[in-house]
């Protein structure tokens, strides 16, 4: 099924998704962009990608999109709006949204496509702009598993741990998992990395012995030497993430459990981002402290 996969739309080329897009095109594909701002998309449209003024005209011509945007909302209108992709794609077509998004939308889009002849996976990633840059995104799908395996191909391209967790949704709910996991972890590294300063230690020393240990971890490793360079640029923006916990709280609610590390995590980067962070990347939260 690889083969009937030429033209692929990519909607979104931010700080994750230009580097996904570019893999996508050296994989052998035509690659067809929308973005909100054209502009932004000005480097890849000199790579020979095509642009399109609508997702509806992109989603048209395309075998296969992909979407990566900001907010739920923003994905909702893609999909489910009246010039949208459900509206407006061929029937066959897949569609892989690859935003951090609610479960209960991603099941709304699945049905939907499906009432369409349409193919829809919800396949959010981790790894931020390092795995998007490296094509070693951790990508978490939910959906049919022939549908699954027909794009699986065309994940690879963007990931090196590309899983199928279950049905329509699956992905999201695996996601919130990733970024319950994230929060918590992340105030850790912060203050570990406060209390050592206050201390008076080497930071660039102290990485190095606890890094290989048992307080190692991906923020760890990545995030703090950027905390320590005073580099707070975004690999993923604090506002979004912000969005991701509320995302997790409100389906832990409708479960019925008590996410309080996830809760202290949410305030944190409320504080921050209601300080003028919120563009700014999620190891950020140490200048909550500052």
């Not at 996601?175 to 201390?199: D, F, H, P, T, W």
Request: charged letters at 20%; glycine letters at 12%.
């Amino acid at each position: 099924m690889e083969s009937t996969i030429k033209k692929v739309g990519f909607i979104g080329t931010g700080v994750m998704g230009s580097s996904m897009a570019k893999h996508l095109q050296a994989g052998g594909h035509e690659l067809h962009l929308y973005t909100r701002t054209k502009e932004k998309a000005q480097p890849l449209l000199d790579l020979g990608m095509i642009w399109h003024d609508t997702p509806g005209e992109l989603a048209a011509v395309c075998d296969a999109v992909f979407t990566i945007v900001g907010y739920p909302s923003d994905v909702e209108n893609i999909y489910l709006g009246s010039e949208g992709l459900v509206a407006s794609a061929r029937q066959g077509t897949y569609l892989i949204d690859m935003t951090t998004s609610s479960p209960s939308l991603a099941i709304q889009i699945y049905e939907a496509a499906a009432d369409k002849g349409l193919f829809a996976l919800d396949a959010p990633v981790s790894g931020g702009d390092i795995g998007a840059r490296n094509a070693a995104l951790s990508i978490m799908v939910g959906g049919d598993e022939q549908v699954f395996e027909a794009v699986k191909p065309l994940l690879n391209l963007m990931g090196k741990n590309v899983l199928l967790q279950g049905g329509p949704g699956a992905g999201q709910h695996t996601k919130m998992v990733n970024q319950i996991a994230i929060a918590s972890n992340m105030v850790g590294v912060c203050e570990a990395l406060v209390y050592a300063r206050s201390a008076g230690l080497n930071l660039e020393n102290v990485l190095r012995s606890i890094e290989t240990g048992a307080a190692g971890s991906w923020s760890l490793s990545n995030l703090a030497p950027r905390i320590v360079a005073g580099n707070f640029e975004p690999g993923f923006f604090v506002k979004h993430f912000i969005k991701d916990m509320g995302i997790a709280l409100d389906a832990a609610e409708e479960m019925g459990i008590d996410l309080p590390g996830l809760a202290l995590a949410r305030k944190l980067y409320d504080t921050i981002a209601e300080a003028g962070l919120g563009d700014k990347g999620t190891h950020a939260l140490y200048q909550y402290w500052k």
